[in-house]
T-cell receptor, first 116, second 111 residues
Framework: DSGVTQTPKHLITATGQRVTLRCSPR?????VYWYQQSLDQGLQFLIQ???????AKGNILERFSAQQFPDLHSELNLSSLELGDSALYFC???????????????FGPGTRLTVL | GNSVTQMEGPVTLSEEAFLTINCTYT??????LFWYVQYPGEGLQLLLK?????DKGSNKGFEATYRKETTSFHLEKGSVQVSDSAVYFC??????????FGSGTKLNVKP
């Protein structure tokens, strides 16, 4: 158990809908990262937040957005969902802002999103 | 651009066999390199890392050496166990916080 929790574990929805994925980082971790893992694209970095502020952006679509709240939990919002958005979404957390050699990322178990 | 290429799986080995999973990368500058392992139903766990050329990362019997001249970071283990069965991801970290992952290599170890 990494200490990172994600809810829900599974989510099934229809095209065009909007969903919110939630992540609680390990106690004491200030950085949260979101990743998308799909069969055709592999594992892709989406976005990082540190202490409530956006720090780095990867291959995140405009239909997707995220935020980190004062209690440090984070939410990833996916809107106008398409079939291709079906994937496993991982959250990771780390203690500090930069992913340095000693700033390991701890991954949650993921949320499996299925868009029908 | 930046990318990571790793050998396609699945790789099937017998227990105590020697393991090599190839990983090559393309990057400008000097990325840090990582191997992550994903067990069934779980998130990724950091296995080992190397932050500069010629560094060797090692953990749990696994090793990988950062080779700048061949832009490679191959994962090796001298004697695999059934419990090593998992998906292994090679990754590079570039520009402070951005990670690029390979497509993953599934390892099956048979008793």
């Amino acid at each position: 158990d990494s200490g990172v929790t994600q809810t829900p574990k599974h989510l099934i929805t229809a095209t065009g809908q909007r969903v919110t994925l939630r992540c609680s980082p390990r106690s004491g971790d200030l950085s949260v990262y979101w990743y998308q893992q799909s069969l055709d694209q592999g594992l892709q970095f989406l976005i990082q937040y540190y202490n409530g502020e956006e720090r780095a952006k990867g291959n995140i679509l405009e239909r997707f957005s995220a935020q980190q709240f004062p209690d440090l939990h984070s939410e990833l919002n996916l809107s106008s969902l398409e079939l291709g958005d079906s994937a496993l979404y991982f959250c990771a957390s780390s203690e500090r802002e930069a992913s340095g050699a000693n700033n390991e990322q701890f991954f949650g178990p993921g949320t499996r999103l299925t868009v029908l | 651009g930046n990318s990571v290429t790793q050998m396609e799986g699945p790789v099937t080995l017998s227990e105590e066999a020697f393991l090599t999973i190839n990983c090559t990368y393309t990057a400008t500058g000097y990325p840090s390199l990582f191997w992550y392992v994903q067990y069934p139903g779980e998130g990724l766990q950091l296995l080992l890392k190397a932050t500069k050329a010629d560094d060797k990362g090692s953990n749990k019997g696994f090793e990988a050496t950062y080779r700048k001249e061949t832009t490679s970071f191959h994962l090796e283990k001298g004697s695999v166990q059934v419990s090593d069965s998992a998906v292994y991801f090679c990754a590079l970290r570039y520009n402070f916080n951005k990670f690029y992952f390979g497509s993953g290599t599934k390892l099956n170890v048979k008793p």
